[in-house]
């Protein structure tokens, strides 16, 4: 819990320095790619203040009304910053593209002097300040912050491979409960992604002099927010649905009861997430006849222990004793 917070903190504190820098590019220069950084940005901020709220609830203890307790409330807000932040940001900036791309606007490199239409007025920036090279300055300076915040995330998902064994990021994503470290690492490379497609299309508009690469930049960006929007969601969906290990997960804790000397069978077995790195495991066990009420309850203490030394991410167990 306490690398996941870190890895957030440090993206809020990225992403919004980047989203004032972008935001004073685009006012500056009226780029189309710019704003819909901005757009990014911010809609990167406010996803790091829901999952830190995510984090928050999730450490409230269990209580009457919630006897699993508050795990559930990390996959909630990562759904929700999928929907309402990532799906908005991305809508947004990919409409903002399409309006000046079939519009004929103008695009992010402008010239000095030259006066620029921004959001409720028309500013015309000082005859010195050449407007593409605030965008170079605000978009490589968006880089460093957010190379820092990726080493920071990629850090933390790296220690979990190591922990839980996993062969590489692949298998990680589809195993991780851990959907704030996932969120983390999955929008700081998308944000690095969205800035070298900014950088592309500007530099492609002053190479030309049309302005239609900085639109479709822009447009692009949008349509990968998007994306992503709806891969995040689905990747919380499964979880708030109440999903279960995976079946190779599952197969080794079969095996830690099947292969129990006093265990005939297993009659029924489940697993399901309760939060990030919190399962609840339930298993109805036929046990060998002839043993005593206190030889089973010794067997089921048994299981128990060596069930969570298999993975320490299973908080609950409940061994239910079949005649």
């Known amino acids: 819990m306490a690398g996941s917070k870190s890895v957030v903190l440090a993206a809020l504190v990225a992403n919004g320095a980047i989203a ?8 500056l220069t009226g780029s189309a790619a710019m704003l819909s950084e901005t757009y990014h940005s911010i809609s990167d901020t406010g996803n790091q203040v829901f999952l830190l709220i ?43 593209g399409w309006k000046q791309l079939t519009g004929g606007s103008h695009g992010g490199g402008g010239h000095a002097g030259e006066a620029v239409d921004l959001l409720f ?91 239609v690469f900085d639109q479709i930049s822009a447009l692009l960006i949008g349509i990968m927010l998007m994306g992503f929007a709806l891969a995040l969601a689905w990747e919380n969906k499964r979880l708030l649905l109440g999903e279960s290990l995976q079946p190779d997960e599952e197969a080794a ?49 048994t299981l128990q222990e060596d069930l969570r030394a298999v993975d320490e991410g299973i908080q609950r167990i409940y061994i239910e004793p079949e005649s």
């Open 20 to 27: 004032i820098l972008k935001f004073f590019g685009f006012l």
């Open 54 to 96: 995510g984090i928050r609830f999730s450490e409230r203890s269990a209580d009457q009304q919630h006897p699993f307790g508050y795990g559930k409330s990390q996959f909630f807000y990562s759904f929700l910053v999928s929907v309402l932040l990532f799906g908005i940001a991305g809508w947004e900036s990919a409409k903002h």
């Open 121 to 211: 007025f028309t500013y015309t920036p000082p005859a010195w300040l050449e407007p593409v090279w605030v965008n170079y300055t605000v978009l490589i300076g968006a880089f460093v912050f957010e190379t820092w915040a990726l080493y920071k995330a990629r850090a933390e998902m790296q220690r979990q491979m190591q922990a839980n064994d996993w062969a590489g990021y692949k298998e990680a994503f589809r195993k991780t409960s851990d959907v704030t470290t996932l969120t983390a690492l999955t929008e700081d490379t998308i944000a690095l992604a969205g800035i070298v497609i900014a950088l592309v299309g500007i530099t492609l508009e002053q190479a030309t002099g049309n302005a």
């Open 253 to 301: 804790l079969r095996s830690v009861i099947t292969d129990h000397a006093s265990v005939e069978e297993i009659r029924d077995f489940r697993t399901v997430y309760f939060g990030p790195r919190n399962v609840l495991l339930t298993a109805d066990v036929a046990f060998e006849d002839g043993l005593s009420t206190d030889e089973i309850h010794e067997h089921i203490t």
